[in-house]
Nanobody, 121 residues
Framework: QVQLVESGGGLVQPGGSLRLSCAAS????????MGWYRQAPGKQRELVAE?????NTNYADSLKGRFTISREQNTVYLQMNTLKPEGTAIYYC?????????????????WGQGTQVTVSS
């Protein structure tokens, strides 16, 4: 099983920055893509940004220019700048992977436990 462990959330003032990290671990897996989603109270989970194994990135339109996703091996980062109060949410790491189970490669989606980001003065 592939496990994702997130870190870096917290309380930040409007206009501030935070950097989230998510490390994927396990045995016999290959990352297809990794990304970040967020879910604000009373709202659906939405894509923040994603990055493929080839380095292609995709961002929510409203976050382009303020958020940057990057990846080193099996760790993905989300640099969040100029944060706004509406950015308050639980941020979840996601990984689409190929994993070997009983010598068969199977595609799977894995989620982290989520990390709280609160933007408030």
């Amino acid at each position: 099983q592939v496990q994702l462990v997130e870190s870096g959330g917290g309380l930040v003032q409007p206009g501030g920055s935070l950097r989230l990290s998510c490390a994927a671990s396990g045995s016999s897996f290959s990352v297809i893509s990794m990304g970040w989603y967020r879910q604000a109270p009373g709202k659906q989970r939405e894509l923040v940004a994603e990055i493929t194994s080839g380095g292609n990135t995709n961002y929510a339109d409203s976050l382009k220019g303020r958020f940057t996703i990057s990846r080193e091996q099996n760790t993905v980062y989300l640099q969040m700048n100029t944060l706004k109060p509406e950015g308050t949410a639980i941020y979840y790491c996601n990984a689409a992977v190929w994993q070997s189970i009983l010598r068969t490669w199977t595609r799977a989606d894995r989620w982290g436990q989520g990390t709280q980001v609160t933007v408030s003065s």
